[in-house]
């Protein structure tokens, strides 16, 4: 199994799309992310786990289910990178690789320390980016291999069927 575990902050500070919503609303910027990483779950098969700090968000620690994305608000007095490093021994076994996600220097040596491996905010918005791609060229492929009719019919026929589906005729 793989485990993607994402700096929620850290990517919504280096993505273009999350600056520019940060800037308007930092709740917005918050939910574009679960619903982007839920995509890339849907499309990856990977546990995602996004971590948001008590930093903007005040109150006791919490752990919610979107879109079957796991995200975790940090105690108040916790950083991310604290639960990312917890959260980091927990799932990590021998059956489990675990990626983080962040753009933090520190915190890439830290995890690194205990087995994880890291995606830079940038090479994760790469991933994402492709797999919309894939996605995309998959459902046009599979609309070009969708035949219009079950039964091949010449043009002038289906013609004729369609002006009695209409009464025309």
Not at 19 to 41: F, H, N, S, T, V
Not at 107 to 123: D, H, N, P, V, Y
Not at 138 to 148: A, G, I, N
Request: glycine share 4%.
């Amino acid at each position: 199994m793989v485990v993607l575990i994402v700096d929620g902050y850290n990517i919504i500070g280096d993505w273009e799309e999350l600056k520019y919503l940060k800037e308007k609303d930092i709740g917005q910027a918050r939910d574009r992310l679960i619903e982007m990483m839920a995509e890339y779950q849907s499309f990856s098969g990977q546990r995602v786990i996004i971590v948001f700090d008590a930093y903007y968000v005040r109150g006791i620690e919490s752990k919610l289910k979107q879109y079957k994305v796991e995200i975790i608000y940090t105690r108040e007095k916790e950083t991310a990178d604290e639960c990312i490093e917890r959260l980091v021994k927990k799932v990590k076994n021998i059956k489990t690789q675990v990626y983080v996600a962040t753009s933090d220097y520190a915190e890439q040596r830290t995890i690194f320390g205990q087995g994880a491996l890291r995606k830079s905010a940038r090479e994760l918005l790469i991933e994402l980016e492709n797999a919309k791609r894939e996605i995309k060229e998959s459902v046009e492929l599979h609309k070009k291999s969708q035949p219009t009719a079950k039964i091949p019919l010449d043009k002038d026929v289906l013609e004729k069927f369609e002006k009695w589906r209409r009464g025309e005729m």
